[in-house]
């Protein structure tokens, strides 16, 4: 963390130009928003510019571009317990139940029962 | 008693306990935030169809716009007090306070709009899960104007007593009301846009 007054002043400018790039960020959000793309191509567009955004906000407002190396660490273990969340979707896809499942033996033994 | 390590960094972490703690907290937060959006991606791509436009995309990205400003007076509040000037720190406190408010004003109406035209979150999974994560983020900023509102107040006499404590605090509060606005910057475009 800086704390020399000089070093305070020159950060205050990148605040304020990190703050209008922000505000452009949401306007082309908004703008892209017209256009109308295919979902893929709107969600990723969107994601992009959200990403770009908060990357932004965690490493200038929130002064993660200079940190110490356990602000790291305590992110990195962070960010391994995001992923594990966001992949959990994927096993959904992954179950059985209510799907069907044929009998054994298949449609002989399905014609007699009694057999 | 007093509390270790609240202005000289530890020697073996290289921080305040504070600091370590808000980002410890933080780490928590993105975990309930990473849950819910989890949630959000199996409600959608289980959805035979999803509605679009549905929401105000002015008040969102005003919103959006709210917030964004929110955290350039935040961290300016912080800088001000590093550079010693507590009239601006004030005035950049009170401006992140009513910005806040602002945003919840704006929320207050998109909300009463929906409970009019019968859009509960009984009526669909989309408005579950819309008030459910915007829900829980208003409370997020309910929590950081109680924060704000302490140090306008109360915690003021910190400052008398020990500012580098006093600045430091106000550090932590920036930092949990920047993750704050992150989620936002996210939960807009899947909310709004998408």
């Known amino acids: ?115 | 008693m007093n509390i270790p390590y609240t202005v000289e960094e530890r020697p073996d972490t290289g921080l305040t306990n504070g600091k370590l703690g808000i980002w410890l907290f933080l780490a928590s937060e993105v975990m309930l935030f990473g849950a819910l959006f989890s949630t959000y991606i199996i409600l959608r791509t289980g959805a035979p169809e999803w509605p679009h436009g549905e929401l105000n995309v002015v008040l969102g990205a005003i919103n959006t716009v709210i917030l964004i400003s929110s955290s350039v007076t935040m961290v300016m509040a912080w800088a001000s007090l590093k550079l010693k000037d507590w009239a601006k720190h004030r005035l950049y406190l009170i401006a992140t306070f009513v910005l806040a408010g602002v945003f919840l004003v704006n929320k207050y109406f998109e909300y009463k709009d929906h409970f009019d035209k019968g859009e509960t979150p009984a009526h669909s999974t989309f408005t579950a899960i819309y008030f459910t994560l915007t829900g829980l983020h208003g409370l997020h900023i309910l929590g950081g104007m109680v924060v704000m509102l302490y140090f306008l107040g109360p915690g003021t006499k910190l400052w008398k007593k020990n500012p580098d404590q006093f600045t430091n605090r106000v550090e932590y509060t920036g930092l949990y009301w920047h993750f704050v606005d992150l989620v936002w910057i996210f939960l807009f475009p899947i909310l709004y846009l998408l």
């Open chain 1, 1 to 115: 963390m800086h704390s020399d007054a000089a070093e305070i002043r020159k950060s205050v400018r990148t605040y304020m130009l990190v703050g209008a790039a922000l505000l452009v960020f949401t306007g082309i959000t908004v703008g892209a928003n017209q256009f109308h793309f295919g979902v893929p191509v709107a969600v990723t567009v969107a994601l992009i510019i959200a990403t770009m955004k908060g990357s932004m906000v965690a490493s200038i407002f929130m002064h993660l571009s200079h940190e110490k190396k356990w602000i790291y660490g305590a992110l990195l273990l962070t960010v391994l317990g995001f992923l594990i969340l966001m992949t959990v979707p994927i096993f959904t896809t992954m179950d059985t139940i209510g799907q069907h499942v044929p009998a054994i033996g298949g449609a002989a033994a399905a014609e007699h029962p009694g057999h």
